[in-house]
């Protein structure tokens, strides 16, 4: 429990003005409010999607600069539910090294390339006939993180990327799911480049060519909105 930091009219317009969300103000039973402290999420429940909302939200906050590459909300606090499971697969996926910003820009041009991760699995599967992949799914999955150290980093490619997709069994919805995480990634390099601009051509004429044979990737229903 901390102080009660409003204390009048003025306290409040200076929390409208920064958008701090109401919500995260809670009563207490004798009539003072508290503010509810929002902790890091649970590395071990990454797609507690729930909680890394609300971090985001707190943290990221509409109108300051946006850090949480991929992810879209608004003014209203309304956060695309597609950019936020494909944030929090590659947060899954990836350790926390230096070398983490290039491991996840590297997924992320997979999940922006429509059907790039079928052609892979299609491809693994006609090679390993004894052993064909076979998709996690469930309340509990096992995840091998990738570590790439720092010095290596510009060495980490798109087969590597689909090869940590390919070793953790990630199912191919999971992928055309976040399809639109990695639009809205790409738009934010666009604007705030940090990947070289012919890689960023690339991969979008790619993406262009890919849509006009496939059409766009489908999402998970139930975790779309």
């Known amino acids: 429990d901390l102080k009660n930091p409003i204390q009048g009219p003025e306290d409040m317009d200076l929390i409208e003005r920064q958008h701090i969300p109401m919500r995260f103000l809670c009563v207490k039973e004798n009539g003072t409010s508290a503010l509810r402290i929002m902790h890091a999420p649970d590395p071990a429940h990454p797609f507690d999607l729930e909680q890394v909302a609300q971090y985001a939200l707190i943290f990221g906050q509409p109108g300051l600069e946006n850090t949480w590459q991929g992810i879209a909300f608004d003014f209203a606090f309304c956060m695309h539910w597609q950019t936020l499971f494909g944030f929090a697969l590659c ?19 997979v999940m922006v390339w429509p059907r790039m991760y079928h052609e892979a699995v299609a491809s693994y599967n006609a090679a390993f006939l004894e052993r064909l992949l076979v998709a996690q799914y469930g309340s509990h999955l096992n995840i091998l993180q990738v570590h790439v ?69 489908s999402a998970i229903l139930q975790w779309d909105g």
């Open 149 to 217: 150290p720092n010095d290596q980093a510009h060495n980490f490619s798109d087969n590597n990327a689909l090869c940590v997709l390919l070793h953790n069994c990630i199912l191919l919805d999971w992928i055309d799911h976040a399809y639109t995480y990695g639009m809205v990634y790409l738009e934010q390099q666009f604007h705030n480049p940090t990947m070289s601009m012919d890689i960023f051509k690339d991969v979008d004429n790619k993406r262009i060519e890919h849509l006009s044979c496939y059409g766009t990737p």
């Open 91 to 109: 947060q899954a996926l990836c350790t926390n090294s230096a070398a983490k910003s290039s491991v996840v820009r590297r997924l992320v041009l």
